[in-house]
């Protein structure tokens, strides 16, 4: 990403749903968590470029989803941790998606894609903590 940013790239340039590059590198498109590529080492390393390089924490895509919506989705409780520490604002991330689906709805109770239902009772925690931090009230899956 810093490469392509040096050559010129426009490094906050979103997709077609809007979705910005912070918030891919995130985990928001992830189809299979844990079968997609990357590591969580390497999705958090490309979230901090991606924020160094002068991304928005709080970008909101089309489908109303944000980067702590891909780090559920991904399964990357550094990243949610990343992401809070760094200022996302609970205010905006802890809404549903057009799917009706919260960051925590999605770690806790999974997500529908296809056949694909998985859950991280890990990612959720660190959701549940960063909710509990900000002062949000934690339900099961609010």
């Known amino acids: 990403m810093r490469l392509l940013a040096q050559l010129g790239a426009n490094p906050l340039l979103p997709n077609a749903d809007n979705t910005p590059p912070l918030t891919v590198a995130a985990g928001v498109g992830t189809r299979s968590p844990g079968e997609d590529a990357g590591t969580e ?76 239902m998985k859950t991280s009772p890990v990612t959720a925690a660190a959701i549940r903590e960063v909710m509990k931090a900000a002062g949000a009230e934690v339900g099961q899956t609010k």
């Open 41 to 116: 080492s390497e999705a958090l390393e490309a979230v901090k470029v991606a924020l160094e390089l002068g991304g928005n924490l709080d970008a909101v895509d089309n489908n109303a989803e944000t980067a702590m919506h891909g780090a559920a989705y991904k399964f990357l409780p550094s990243v949610v941790r990343f992401l809070a520490e760094k200022g996302a604002r609970i205010e905006v991330w802890n809404k549903p998606n057009k799917s009706g689906y919260t960051p925590l709805k999605i770690a806790a109770e999974g997500f529908k894609r296809e056949t694909n």
